[in-house]
């Protein structure tokens, strides 16, 4: 079956650290997708990840395992914009070669003063 | 360069009626998805098309349909519109075709409301 997990809600501090974990279960993996969605609008690109391994962006960081089907997303140095919902993504690739997106419910982050 | 635009932005609707969306991709872009986005259920996919054709389907029934036309354009129809389909309609579009390092880019949605 085709499951990902994410925790459904985390609090954090202005400039603190905070890790968004993610775990997968999937049929066929084609690359792990992190987007940030704020309320009322659009799901915003963060991270693409197909490989094993760290992948940063400024103060945005993403890792994959695909041993272990899990990946986290790393937010350093919060800011109160970056209260928002964290969406994990895996690209399941169907047969015939073309892929579709499956996300999780997101995680919903609250950064407080 | 323009991003994804959804039309309209709000739609009321009864049970029973159809209703059309439409999606516009960015400039270039060729493939368009469709995502129904509920509290209860987040992100879920609906259908992938590129180049006019449908590449994908996710699990919902047949109510659930969608066409592309020959200048990336897509438009999403629900017919016999149930109280279940209130939800927000997401479309995202990526340069195409489906595969590798696709970024999908996602439009505001159609918030659409089942009465």
């Known amino acids: 079956g085709q499951n990902i997990d994410q925790p459904t809600e985390m609090t954090a501090t202005e400039g603190a650290i905070v890790q968004i974990n993610c775990t997968y279960q999937t049929s066929g993996f084609n690359g792990l997708f992190w987007y940030q969605q704020h309320a009322g609008e659009a799901p915003t690109f963060l991270s693409y990840n197909v490989l094993d391994g760290l992948e940063e962006k400024g103060r945005f960081s993403s890792f994959l395992s695909r041993s272990k089907g899990y990946s986290y997303l790393l937010l350093k140095e919060l800011q109160m914009k970056d209260s928002a919902s964290y969406l994990c993504?895996?690209?399941?690739?169907?047969?015939?070669?073309?892929?579709?997106?499956?996300f999780g419910a997101g995680t919903r982050l609250a950064v407080h003063p | 360069k323009a991003g994804v635009t959804q039309t309209p932005r709000y739609l009321i609707k009864t049970r029973g009626q159809q209703v059309t969306l439409s999606c516009s991709p960015i400039?270039?872009?060729?493939?368009v998805s469709w995502y129904q986005q509920t509290p209860g259920q987040g992100l879920q996919f609906l259908f992938e098309?590129?180049?006019?054709?449908?590449?994908n389907k996710g699990n919902f029934p047949g109510r659930f349909s969608g066409r592309q036309f020959s200048n990336s354009r897509s438009e999403m129809n629900v017919s016999t519109l149930e109280l279940g389909d209130s939800a927000l309609y997401l479309c995202?579009?990526?340069?195409?075709?489906?595969?590798?390092?696709?970024?999908?880019?996602f439009g505001a949605g159609t918030r659409l409301s089942v009465l």
């Open positions: 400039s270039g872009h060729r493939s």
């Open positions: 995202a579009s990526s340069r195409g075709p489906p595969g590798a390092k696709n970024i999908q880019y």
């Open positions: 098309y590129f180049s006019e054709t449908q590449r």
């Open positions: 993504a895996v690209r399941d690739q169907v047969s015939g070669g073309y892929n579709k997106l499956i």
